[in-house]
């Protein structure tokens, strides 16, 4: 949508940019009386939240954590953060994080229900094996009417056919017994006549399920408000004047136009996971020459920072781990390029195992997504490449499919022959055609196997935590997450690393003020999502840490430009 042609315009709060931390803050200042206007670089809005799973981890929530504490929760943080714990934020996010979910429930479209989903660590203090993530409900898109073309859609790799379905549910399961069960068969049909129906009719799925559902919740209440959401609207400038931001200078069809912000410009475009510049300096397996290859939205340029650093705000790369990391394969989409794949699901299953190219595991597979990352960047170390490869047998390949190839009945050749999967009738075949070491691998798979027929894992004790066995396959006992890789032919997947956003970014105060580099706020100018540096102090506790403090501290900061105060909130209403 086109920005009036004029060449000022005025409003109370601007936000740049359209994911869930922008869109939090907008809905919540605008319930405050505020008129609020977001604008959008891209032509589609949603941001990262479209992508994502969706999922919110909110200690002490409604819906799953009525059993939870604020201390045991803290406690957790503690542990998780170490010398990057935050208390004051940690404080405002415990408390903020259950009235947020209320107020959206009550006052916009936006709905969740709980999970099953354990914390990533719930061995340690104050982890919980269940209670504090929630997921966005399902929604029908199609409410979006002519603004349906608009919604960001889900990441293509992790469909099937286009449709959604959320990994965490009953869905799955029944993709996956399709061919051996009538009902699952049934119920697979049904979905796909529904879906193909829905894309004659709007050209896209319209029931959406994880973070496409959010998104599209998001978008529905702003727009419902009278939100302004401006997409192919990029933030060109600020207006700075005697140290405070007044508004931006913004692109529009028509040219530049100056919008003013009576009380403030909240920067909320997504981190810096495609700013090639800072991402170079900042992971450590680019600066050794290896690959990177991120599955968030490519417009995630860095532009809300450098926006922020040129007010004067201050912005530096000193976590621990710069980014929620990701392990990915490439998926050949033609023309010498990929696209990534994000392995969410497959670590988890028995009979997979990864392993680097000297032909050893490093780590235990079934762990989070983020650690397995950080496992796999160490033990690289050095090397030229940070690389490792998912090594499986046929009966799990077909049973459960691996990466982006999908389970039987789908054939493999396809992946085998765009050279997505290798294969060999033999483990050192296998190998010789990775580029592994096929003695060392063929020790290790008989290691492997030795415990694994047991249901053990000698090396890494995958399975022991209840997270292990989260989205593993309960039908396999004792061990959900271990079994024998034992019959050819071999199959290998190469994963290189990715990640799902960034965790360093500007600093601010706890209501989102952006500060300079002598730690004061910069008058009218804010952070939220990932253009604010992340609580979670360069780790990843549990499901759903980014897009729970994302709308949280939106939340807060939608508040604070409103002139409401959380402390004297009972019932949380808004004007």
């Not at 780590?363 to 490449?385: L, P, R």
């Not at 990932?530 to 508040?559: K, Q, W």
Request: aromatic letters at 8%.
């Amino acid at each position: 949508m086109a920005s009036p042609a004029s060449d000022n315009e005025e409003c109370d709060v601007l936000v740049i940019g359209s994911g869930a931390g922008g869109l939090s803050t907008a809905i919540t200042a605008a319930k405050g009386g505020l008129k609020v206007i977001v604008i959008e670089k891209e032509a589609v809005f949603g941001g990262t939240t479209a992508f994502s799973g969706g999922v919110l981890w909110i200690p002490g929530n409604h819906h799953c954590g009525k059993n939870d504490t604020p201390e045991e929760a803290r406690k957790y943080l503690k542990s998780e953060t170490g010398n990057f714990y935050q208390s004051e934020a940690t404080d405002a996010y415990l408390d903020a994080g259950p009235k947020m979910l209320d107020f959206f429930e009550r006052e916009t479209d936006v709905q969740f229900i709980p999970t099953l989903y354990p914390d990533y660590h719930p061995d340690a203090p104050g982890g919980v094996d269940v209670g504090r993530s929630v997921l966005a409900a399902p929604y029908d898109a199609s409410v979006l009417g002519a603004d349906l073309k608009r919604l960001r859609p889900p990441l293509q790799t992790i469909t099937f056919m286009g449709m959604m379905f959320n990994s965490s549910n009953a869905d799955i399961k029944h993709f996956f017994n399709a061919t051996k069960s009538l009902k699952s068969f049934v119920y697979v049909a049904k979905r796909l006549v529904a879906h193909f129906i829905e894309v004659v009719r709007f050209g896209r799925g319209t029931k959406v399920t994880s973070g496409n559902a959010l998104a599209a919740r998001l978008a529905k209440s702003a727009l419902d408000l009278g939100i302004a959401i401006r997409t192919d609207t990029p933030a060109r400038s600020l207006i700075l004047e005697e140290g405070a931001v007044h508004g931006a200078v913004v692109g529009t069809a028509n040219g530049d136009l100056r919008i003013l912000a009576r009380r403030g410009v909240v920067l909320a475009a997504g981190g810096f996971a495609h700013d090639v510049e800072k991402i170079r300096k900042a992971y450590p397996h680019l600066q050794s020459g290896g690959e990177h290859l991120s599955p968030v939205p490519e417009g995630n340029t860095g532009d809300g920072i450098d926006l922020g650093t040129s007010a004067g705000g201050e912005f530096d790369v000193h976590f621990p781990n710069t980014s929620a990391w990701m392990p990915v394969s490439k998926v050949p989409v033609g023309d010498g390029k990929f696209k990534p794949f994000p392995h969410l699901l497959d670590r988890y299953k028995p009979g997979i195992i990864a392993v680097l190219k000297s032909g050893a595991r490093f780590t235990n597979e079934s762990n989070s997504y983020h650690d397995v990352g950080a496992a796999m960047i160490t033990a690289c170390a050095g090397e030229t490449e940070t690389a490792c490869w998912l090594i499986t047998d046929r009966p799990t390949i077909r049973k459960y499919g691996l990466g982006y190839a999908k389970p039987a009945p789908v054939p493999l050749s396809t992946y085998l022959k765009s050279g997505y999967l290798q294969t060999g009738a033999s483990l050192a075949e296998l190998a010789r055609n990775c580029g592994i070491d096929p003695a060392t691998l063929e020790d290790t798979v008989n290691v492997y196997n030795q415990g694994a027929t047991r249901g053990e894992d000698l090396a890494f004790g995958r399975g022991r935590s209840a997270f292990n066995r989260y989205l593993a396959d309960p039908e396999v006992q004792p061990n959900p997450c271990v079994g024998p890789l034992q019959t050819g032919p071999f199959y290998a997947l190469k994963i290189i690393m990715g990640d799902l956003g960034t965790f360093d970014g500007l600093s601010t105060s706890v209501e989102g003020a952006v500060l300079d580099t002598n730690g004061q706020p910069i008058r009218g100018l804010y952070a939220v999502g990932n253009d604010r540096a992340s609580i979670m102090g360069g780790n990843y506790p549990g499901a759903g840490i980014t897009l729970g403090p994302a709308m949280t501290f939106g939340y807060i900061t939608g508040r604070h430009l409103a002139g409401q105060d959380l402390r004297n909130e009972d019932d949380h209403e808004l004007a």
